[in-house]
Nanobody, 121 residues
Framework: QVQLVESEGGLVQAGGSLRLSCAAS????????MGWFRQAPGKEREFVAA????????SYTDSVKGRFTISRDNAKNTVYLQMNSLKLEDTAVYYC??????????????WGQGTLITVSS
């Protein structure tokens, strides 16, 4: 099973951009579908984006479509989340997740520790 470590988050102004990365240990990363989730203060964790093992299929929650892009580099065992046109409501702890069997959106198997992204006005 892989272990996941997200990059540090931070503070960004509304309208700005930030890229998160998630590094995976282990040799089986390329067999995992990967995703990003987030949890805003006082809210439940929600799905943000997912990418299949080869990187040629992605999905997004409606609120980030056109603004966020998920990608992966299997040679580097890393998945990314490029976040553009950030809004105040994007403030949350962001989690990287993976699933080797099944959909990461439905049944994530491994989680990163989470990283806080704060969007300021």
């Amino acid at each position: 099973q892989v272990q996941l470590v997200e990059s540090e988050g931070g503070l960004v102004q509304a309208g700005g951009s930030l890229r998160l990365s998630c590094a995976a240990s282990g040799r089986t990363f390329s067999s995992y579908t990967m995703g990003w989730f987030r949890q805003a203060p006082g809210k439940e964790r929600e799905f943000v984006a997912a990418i299949n093992w080869s990187g040629d299929s992605t999905s997004y929650t409606d609120s980030v479509k056109g603004r966020f892009t998920i990608s992966r580099d299997n040679a580097k065992n890393t998945v990314y989340l490029q976040m553009n046109s950030l809004k105040l409501e994007d403030t949350a702890v962001y989690y990287c997740a993976g699933a080797r069997y099944g959909s990461v959106r439905i049944r994530p198997e491994v989680w990163g520790q989470g990283t806080l992204i704060t969007v300021s006005s």
